[in-house]
């Protein structure tokens, strides 16, 4: 019982506290013509009464008097309740709407995103979701439970009023409750063991059906396969649920049982008073009524078991995800205007959440100022990790990268964000507009169409524009029904959402020549060359690029080759060439292959 009092208020005070955050006047309105309408319905019985012992006493004018009572509450009841509903299905769909935003706050929030790479997390995020969806049922459940608890008090009153006995009828709606409560925690369970494969088998479907991956799921054969694997996922999960859904509809159709039986009890208590003379038909008549009412109020309570259930589980997912993610500490410093010295990394090591081994160890390194920096290394060596750790998205694991000598965990995370241009190696194709795609790099620059167009034409990205349509133009077919890019072509726009920060002091760019022709390579490393001096002139800022294209690192003031989750040498690109190593190596085989 205590863990129902828990769930139970955890339900009210969540789902309540949403409510009326979203629309505390409606919702106050809507609880009152609720509460309004339950209260009529007890007195239904009691009109009945006085209306069988008037008929029986043959005084017609007071029995049709009391018939029209009765009409008249039931349509008061139809229409309290119909207006009641209009006001907290809208502050339900707020307050659902407001649980949606909190989802995406949480996912996109915290100080990092090592939280994104873990699957109970993920788990947890896509139960919360299917829960937001629910809110409204949630609320109107609350509300409900109120109602039917008003109308339970008036209830026991009016029975009590005939014989002191019945009033314990409603108690025996408490075991049919008990074993609800057991039931629903049966198929939440169920739920719960099923969400993997739940989540296996929607994404098996997504997969088979996305447009980027089709061409080579066509030609591999493997659709066939896919959907092989999405039925037998999507089988184990609902012969599970059909299972414990079986199981839980047992418990409660017992429950219902045991109450039918107190129900018949009561009535035969009030038909032998009637036979002795001490109840008068009309209470016989009460009696009934009230009882049929009471049956129908325990179905509905014991339905919406269920709800309050789901609503205070819903409750502690959103505890469990805020839990989850990473707080950033109270920023100790500030965010410098310019480098004057640089960045250091001091013996960084790194694992990704829930892996076993770390992706980088002891990891020393000093970026100056004003460098342009260039990361080379084989595939997995870790480069892009690296990458994002000096953007604040990972905490190293052990060991610490300093700004200006400041620990990057001492600066305020969002401040360090904001100074930051970045284009990742899996950079964002947003099926959006083309203002949206290059604008949130700078969201105050959004509506700036002269900073849009330069930041187009830096990245090489003006030609895509033009082919677009102009800023307004739609990109992909996600959306609207816009124009479908290369390769090459998206990731030029996403060089011009890079660009169009102002004043960096890191411009980072993983792979920014991964997806482009050796001519657009060339000029964009030659404007870069150039942009980049301008900035470090201005702010200090650092360069930093990876790249498997050795002409292009070779300009670079650092080179960095990242081994095995290690600094295995830098220098610049003479000094590399001077000495036998991996660098050295690479660049004598790129170089023979395009001679
Ligand atoms: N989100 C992640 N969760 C777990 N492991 C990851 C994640 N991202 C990368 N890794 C692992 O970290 C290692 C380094 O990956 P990283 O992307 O840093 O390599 P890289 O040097 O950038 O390679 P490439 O040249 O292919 O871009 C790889 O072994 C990869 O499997
Ligand atoms: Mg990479």
Redesign the pocket.
Known sequence: MKNTDSSLSTAVRFVLGLAWGADRRKLTVGVALLLIGYLSTPFVGFLLRDFTDAALRGQSATAAAMAVGVAALLVFELMMGHFAHLYYFEVGEQAGTELDRRLAALAGGGSGIAHL?DPHFNDTLALAAEDAAKTRPALEGVLHLAGLALRAAVTVVLLATVNPWLTLLPLAAVPPVLIARRAAELSNRARERTAEAGRLASHLLSLAADADAVKEIRLSGADAHLLDRHGSAWRQTTDALWAAQWRAAALRGAGQLLFAAAYGGAILVVLQQAVRGTATVGEVVLVVTLAVQISVQVASAIGLHATMAAAARTAQRFDELAAAVPVAAPARAKTPRRLRRGIRLRGVGFA?PG?AEP?LHGVDLTIPAGATVALV??????????VKLLCGLYQPTSGAITVDGVDLRDLPAAKWHSRIAMLF?DFAKLHLSVRTNIGIGQLALAADDTALHAAARLARADAVVAQAGGLGGMLGRGYADGTELSGGQWQSIGLARALLRPTPLLLAL??PAAALDAHAEDALFGRFAASGRRAARGAGAITLF?S?RFSTVRAADLIVV?SG?TVADQGTHQELMSRPGLYRELYTMQERAYT
Do not use: F, I, R
């Open positions: 790479d990704y892996a992706v290394g084989e595939n997995g060596a870790g480069k892009s990790t690296l190696q993983d792979e990876t498997h990242l989750g």
